[in-house]
DNA sequence: GAAAATTTATTTGTCTTACAATAAAATAAT
DNA sequence: ATTATTTTATTGTAAGACAAATAAATTTTC
């Protein structure tokens, strides 16, 4: 047993007048009341629905707001989102800032799995960027940090679906932010070409065993790569 | 001079004060003046420092509560979080309760995504359990959906980190409650068990590639016996 | 003197009231 | 009829008061 565990007690939630306000408004939405992109009362009569003063009720659609749940624009009122945002997302990642190990973690989940839906899915537009962006890291002879992120983010995006969509950029956000100031080593532009080729071919024949395989290996070798670096800062 | 300008304006997110106090406390993270666990400010004193009044401070916190970024305790006082929190991430997936397709895709993708990483860093412990759960599957004439959801989870569980474990039990409940009134066709034990052995065999040698193969094609499997249930719905 | 009970003080939780800002809708002015 | 102004409904912000919870200090009890 590791001596510095803190004991993992679940923290026992609050029930504050806002949360119940919270868990009462999203109840319209799984209770199927309300659907995504409807008004909501206005905040008069959600007080009197609710019987709660207007500061516990603004709480509460603070809070929904923070959460992509709701958009209130002044005068004309509070309408359920349409689709879900990035917004909640990006901030809970904040929480991870500088955490390498995790942040690379995610980025090989996410895009391990997005990989393989991206087989199956991806267009013929989609797939004509990506041999676009596979020439012109080619023919670069400068920084192609920026080309190899399309890369990524043509296929991420070509694999998800509005639940899974908001997550990719933030995703790579964080990524980028956390390794911007780990020089990697050992960066082999023919290398990364080569394997973002297999990428390439094994979607273009809706492989996802493939893609996943030839993804899996790249990353890995990212991984790899970002490791030893890491390992090196560590000991200068 | 006409007013009817096609111009889309993106979203013009209000800057409110609240929302201004909350990107304030966040950039606390970012900048790394205060970091996870730490405490923050009282209401009082985050009061003057901001200059704003009490019930914008509150929303402020209260959102970030909700985003699970900071917990208050009622004397003790407001603290940075020091893991990420699945509620955000749960609240999310509201907002897409009954669309039934994009819930079973992000369920793929999600454990497609774990399932490479499980195989990685699965525990011995794990790997029993793993078994187990073949064998009681394997012997019960009940009802078996409890024990497979628990197959399921246990592999996503050996492949997630603090900030991808949150997201599992969201996703696996939202999939259940979207599909809990769909009967599923042509469902075979034998099949079933077969496919977590295979599962279960490729994490026993530790491959990756063979993992997401094994569960590709398991998903896969279900994914088309929901499918035509659904079709079978639609037509009645 | 130490343990238990009580009080105190600090901090979060809630309510009430009031007013400001905004923008749609209605009305007046040209 | 179009433009300018006023009205009005709704969200945004502020201030003050009190309640509830609880850690810390204090007093009581043995």
Redo the contacts between chains.
């Keep these: 047993m590791k001596e510095n565990d803190p004991l993992q007690i679940k923290?026992v939630k609050?029930k504050t007048l806002?949360n119940q306000v919270?868990e009462q408004i999203?109840d319209l939405?799984?209770s199927?009341q309300l659907k995504?992109g409807d008004k909501l009362p206005s905040e008069m009569e959600l007080m009197e629905m609710l019987h709660v003063s207007r500061?516990v009720l603004?709480?509460?659609l603070?809070?929904?707001?923070?959460?992509?749940?709701i958009n209130r624009?002044?005068k004309e009122g509070t309408f359920?989102?349409t689709?879900?945002?990035s917004e909640?997302?990006k901030?809970?990642?904040?929480?991870?800032?500088?955490?390498i190990?995790?942040?690379i973690?995610?980025r090989?989940?996410?895009?391990?799995?997005?990989v393989?839906?991206a087989a199956e899915k991806i267009s013929e537009l989609e797939l004509k960027k990506l041999n676009e962006n596979i020439e012109e890291m080619e023919q670069t002879n400068e920084d192609y940090t920026e080309i190899d992120r399309e890369f990524h983010r043509i296929i991420a995006y070509s694999?998800?679906?509005?639940?899974?969509e908001g997550m990719i950029d933030p995703i790579l956000n964080m990524y980028d932010k956390t390794l911007e100031n780990i020089a990697l080593k050992d960066r082999s532009k023919s290398k990364t070409v080569q394997q973002h080729k297999d990428i390439y071919h094994a979607l273009v024949n809706r492989d996802?065993?493939g893609a996943?395989?030839s993804m899996?290996n790249h990353l890995d070798h990212v991984r790899d790569r970002v490791g030893r670096s890491v390992e090196d800062r560590r000991i200068n």
Excluded at 108 to 114: D, N, Q, S
Excluded at 159 to 164: A, D, K, R
């Design positions: 923290s609050r806002a919270i999203i939405l799984l199927e995504a500061p603004r709480e509460a603070s809070s929904l707001e923070a959460l992509g749940i624009k002044t359920f989102s689709k879900v945002g909640p997302f901030i809970m990642l904040a929480l991870s800032v500088g955490d190990d995790n942040v973690e995610i090989l989940t996410h895009e391990l799995g997005l393989g839906l694999g998800s679906n509005s639940l899974t996802p065993i996943y395989k899996y």
